[in-house]
C-alpha cells in the first residue's frame, strides 16, 4: 500500500525513475480498487460512475509512473506512446515495463534501488 500512496504523492511528477516494484505494486493495487469500485457501482446501481470517477482520478498517476519506469530501463518518457500501436505496441511497453533498471546512475537520476541499499 505504501508503493500506491508514494505514487499518489508524486500525481504528476514525470521526471526521475520509478523501480519495478513501485509501478507492479500501483499497478496491482490499482486493480483491485478499480475492481472494488465497480463492484460499489453494482451495488449502488449506477453504470460505472465510481469506476470512471476513479479511473479517471488515477490517471495521470499512472501515466506519471509509467513513464518514470521507461526512465528506470534508460528509454524516453516518450517511447510511453507505443502503446498507441494496436496489440503489437502494447506487448512491447508491458516487456519495457519488465526489464530491469539499468544500473547505476542514467541521465534520468540515480538508481532507485542502489539509494534504498545506502
Given at each position: 500500500?505504501?508503493?500506491?500512496?508514494?505514487?499518489?504523492?508524486?500525481?504528476?511528477?514525470?521526471?526521475g525513475?520509478?523501480?519495478?516494484?513501485?509501478?507492479w505494486?500501483?499497478?496491482?493495487?490499482?486493480?483491485?480498487?478499480?475492481?472494488v469500485a465497480?463492484?460499489?457501482?453494482?451495488?449502488?446501481?449506477?453504470?460505472?460512475?465510481v469506476?470512471?470517477?476513479?479511473t479517471?482520478?488515477?490517471l495521470?498517476?499512472?501515466?506519471a509512473?509509467?513513464v518514470?519506469?521507461?526512465h528506470d530501463?534508460?528509454?524516453?518518457?516518450?517511447?510511453?506512446?507505443i502503446?498507441?500501436?494496436?496489440?503489437?505496441?502494447a506487448?512491447?511497453?508491458?516487456?519495457?515495463?519488465?526489464?530491469?533498471?539499468?544500473?547505476?546512475e542514467?541521465?534520468?537520476?540515480?538508481?532507485?534501488?542502489?539509494?534504498i541499499?545506502?
Open positions: 500500500m505504501n508503493w500506491y500512496l508514494a505514487v499518489l504523492k508524486k500525481y504528476a511528477e514525470f521526471n525513475r520509478a523501480r519495478r516494484q513501485e509501478f505494486m500501483f499497478f496491482l493495487f490499482n486493480l483491485i480498487f478499480g475492481f465497480g463492484i460499489v457501482d453494482s451495488i449502488l446501481g449506477t453504470y460505472l460512475v469506476y470512471t470517477i476513479y479517471l482520478a488515477v495521470i498517476p499512472f501515466i509512473v509509467g518514470r519506469r521507461l530501463t534508460g528509454k524516453s518518457g516518450w517511447l510511453y506512446l502503446v498507441l500501436i494496436p496489440v503489437i505496441g506487448i512491447a511497453l508491458l516487456v519495457l515495463f519488465v526489464i530491469d533498471s539499468t544500473p547505476g542514467n541521465e534520468y537520476g540515480k538508481n532507485p534501488k542502489e539509494l541499499a545506502e
